[in-house]
């Protein structure tokens, strides 16, 4: 991974990272944060330590770590258990204003997941109907919709759109809409 700072990236400086999964997708998450999908159908968080030394001034040392965010199913861990595929997520998307993580796996299925703490809960599932293809997820800026977080794109360039309502306000509540 290259670090950017100040919007430049210098490829002189990277760092590898020794993980146990297969990386399908990844998106930035908060400072300092890479949120990954992965094959085995979970998504991890990469983090860089930055510390501060005695003036306050931030500093990166090269210290990061992976951990997963989303835990096992029991589907999930008898289809590993007898090799039978799960779904790996091939998009990830994170919206920051309201820490909201959106994936789609390879059934179609898209997935919202609430950031917190470096761990996450699961919000929201949707089951497409049946030859939908997405082929694309992204957040909506809160300058752009106040309750619209996410639009998720078909390959024929139907749009699903994915938000909060005045119901559920105080509440991380997500739907289709």
């Not at 979970?42 to 990166?60: K, M």
């Not at 497409?128 to 939908?132: A, F, I, N």
């Given at each position: 991974?290259?670090?950017?700072?100040?919007?430049?990236?210098?490829?002189m400086?990277?760092y590898v990272?020794?993980?146990?999964?297969?990386?399908?997708?990844?998106?930035p998450?908060?400072?300092?944060?890479v949120?990954i999908?992965?094959?085995?159908?979970?998504?991890?968080?990469?983090?860089?330590?930055?510390?501060?030394?005695?003036?306050?001034?931030?500093?990166?040392l090269?210290?990061?770590?992976?951990?997963r965010?989303?835990?096992?199913?029991?589907?999930?861990?008898?289809?590993?258990?007898?090799?039978?595929?799960?779904?790996?997520i091939?998009?990830?998307?994170?919206d920051?204003?309201k820490?909201?993580?959106?994936t789609?796996?390879?059934?179609?299925?898209?997935?919202?997941?609430?950031?917190?703490?470096?761990?996450?809960?699961?919000?929201?599932?949707?089951h497409?109907?049946?030859?939908?293809k997405?082929?694309?997820?992204?957040?909506?800026?809160?300058?752009e919709s106040?309750?619209?977080r996410?639009?998720a794109?078909?390959n024929?360039?139907?749009?699903?759109?994915?938000?909060t309502?005045?119901?559920?306000?105080?509440?991380?509540?997500?739907?289709?809409?």
């Open positions: 991974m290259y670090p950017i700072q100040n919007d430049v990236i210098n490829p400086t990277f990272s020794n993980i146990d999964f297969t990386p399908t997708c990844l998106c998450g908060f400072d300092n944060q949120l999908g992965a094959s085995d159908g979970q998504i991890y968080l990469h983090q860089f330590i930055i510390t501060s030394n005695f003036w306050g001034t931030q500093q990166n090269g210290d990061h770590v992976t951990k965010l989303t835990s096992w199913t029991i589907t999930n861990a008898i289809k590993s258990y007898f090799s039978f595929s799960v779904a790996p091939y998009k990830i998307c994170f920051p204003s820490s909201l993580i959106a789609i796996d390879n059934t179609q299925k898209i997935c919202i997941y609430f950031l917190e703490n470096d761990s996450v809960s699961h919000l929201y599932t949707y497409p109907p049946k030859g939908t997405f082929a694309s997820i992204c957040c909506v800026a809160n300058s106040y309750h619209l996410f639009v794109f078909t024929s360039g139907d749009r699903f759109y994915f938000g309502s005045d119901a559920l306000v105080g509440k991380t509540g997500i739907a289709l809409r």
